[in-house]
């Protein structure tokens, strides 16, 4: 089985915005041949976010310009590059830590729509290479290199240099690393709350594409469609019924004024 490395780097935490929207993606593809593990090819692409702005320091931090993001695509077109990439062969999917898969779960339910199909045989290689060397810490990428003796190539929190180095943490510990085939049901249960949650309004509890894509107010925050829609419509019944009653209120006024007798005159 081929095995797919990936890894995204997001803009970095703000109050402005409810999550870290995703501006690049990165992945190789290793292939085992003769129970060893060699190079077959990479993947990278700059994504635009919603805002379709990428700031000079989001920008820095993974060492990219504005030219970068000259011809950027959305998440929902690049995704689907990545998964024509990725092929037919089977494959594992592997990345360093399961932040990456966390990441990519909120782009998608807060509205960058894409196909999930994909992710199958998840394994964290930050979680099996701590349990290997018994290190009961997470370890950052940087310093596991340093820990399997190996030098930092290219520039840390460049995606596809990321899915470089933690691809030859895997190459060098390979024969002694399992990789277990797992079932999508077994990796949307670790991500449940993001794809399900309970309507703040009906307390029903529904799947991500049932709320709206984006969060327009606060007051509609964590609220359906369903129950958005209804609460427009019950607005503008309001809003309808307050026109009607002014105009029946101005027509008893104006009545009145047009019915009342007149006192005659007295010469």
């Given amino acids: 089985m081929n095995i797919i490395v990936l890894d995204l780097e997001t803009t970095l935490q703000s109050r402005k915005s409810p999550i870290q929207h995703i501006i690049e993606v990165g992945a190789v593809k290793l ?29 820095e ?86 820990r399997a003796g190996l030098s930092m ?7 596809v240099d990321d899915a470089v180095n933690t691809a030859r943490i895997l190459m060098l510990y390979y024969p002694h690393i399992s990789l277990e085939q797992t079932s999508q049901q077994a990796i949307f249960s670790k991500f449940a709350v993001f794809i399900y949650s309970k309507c703040t309004n009906c307390k029903s509890i529904k799947y991500a594409t049932q709320y709206p894509s984006k969060r327009r107010h606060r007051s509609s925050r964590g609220i359906c469609v369903a129950c958005v829609e ?27 004024y047009t019915t009342k007798k007149k006192q005659p005159y007295h010469f």
């Fill in 31 to 59: 292939v085992e041949i003769n129970s060893t593990l060699r190079f077959h090819s990479s993947f990278q692409s700059y994504v635009l976010p919603p805002t379709n702005y990428v700031s000079k320091r989001d920008r």
């Fill in 153 to 159: 190539q290219g520039s840390h929190h460049n995606a």
């Fill in 230 to 256: 209804s609460k427009n419509r019950k607005k503008k019944l309001q809003k309808l019924a307050q026109v009607l009653m002014n105009i029946v209120v101005m027509d008893e006024r104006n009545t009145k």
């Fill in 61 to 146: 931090f993974i060492q990219a310009d504005k030219n970068d993001f000259k011809y950027a695509k959305n998440l929902t077109y690049v995704m689907s590059q990545f998964i024509r990439w990725i092929g037919r062969e089977p494959y594992y999917l592997c990345t360093w830590s399961e932040s990456d898969l966390h990441i990519l779960i909120r782009n998608y339910v807060y509205g960058q729509r894409f196909s999930l199909n994909w992710l199958k045989n998840y394994n964290d290689l930050q979680k099996i290479f701590a349990d290997m060397i018994n290190e009961s810490k997470q370890l950052s990428l940087t310093k596991s290199l340093q």
